[in-house]
């Protein structure tokens, strides 16, 4: 009887980065696809979901690909053929696991929408024997539209096992001092590059409608935070301001949006400014596109005089170490 057993592989702990996710390529369908995923969760979109589904299969999913592969084009990578996101989740997973990765752990990644999925990579995981899983949602601000969506999915992946993993997930990280310490050397590094001192620095992060935050998610308070502790951490007095971008359809958003803000600046003698995207993980489509592109030209068109865009954290050291605290706590 024993050797009718099947093999069995276990006593390893997988890591799983999980980041928003990206198309994979600019082909239309590929867009289409993406799109169709992410718009088509209750998280991000909490309407009628009957009614909602008549809209985004007639109208959205006809018309918004176009545009929105338009702005994937923009920022493609070409020689490596992925998304700026796609690119830099790979790095990071490549560095972290170069420090904590061993024989027992491994560091692994996942999109909630698109490719790889959440499901596949946690049976990937326990195939090979990780009976422990520690999740980290790439999202410094929890919100139900972002971190909340990813345990939904980790959940429901689980749910279908025969024989589950343990499971830690490692929460909103938005006031980590190794996280505000790096946000705030991400931009005097950006001023020491520049020869010209910022009138402000623009914090923007990704809006969510208001009623979400009126239903009591706290996203726009833990964006407010890592404002005010980057402001309270800069070696570099500067003022800086919160607004949110991204906004979607035509329901009220939070504010101040940061594409009327660009506008508003130059006449209020803010002409030279200087924008960061904490709430960002990787560099993406929001940040390359519709900041550093989109946001930097229509700061110009209305009086503007300098601009520049700090990157996100992306895979630099100070990014990886971060990570690496985070997931010791639920490994070690």
Sequence with gaps: MKNEHPEVKFGKTGVLLINLGTPDSTNWWDIRKYLKEFLSDRRVIEVNPFLWQIILNLFILTFRPSKTAKAYKKIWMKKENKSPLRYFTERQTSKLNKKIGNENVIVDFAMRYGHPSIKSKIQTLKNIGCENLVILPLYPQYAAATTATVCDEVYRSLSKMRWQPSLQIIPHYESEPMYINALCRSIE????????????????????????FEKGDPYHCYCHKTTRLISENLRLKIPIITTFQSRFGPQEWLQPYTDKTLEKLPKENKKKIIVICPGFASDC????????????????????????FVSCLNDNEDHIKLFEHLANKYIN
């Design 189 to 212: 590094n950006k001023i020491k590059e520049i020869d010209w001192r910022p009138d402000l620095v623009l914090a923007s992060y990704h809006g969510i409608p208001k009623k979400y």
């Design 285 to 308: 489509v929001e940040t390359l596109e519709e900041i550093s592109m989109e946001g930097k030209e229509s700061f110009f068109d209305a009086g503007g005089e300098k601009f520049d």
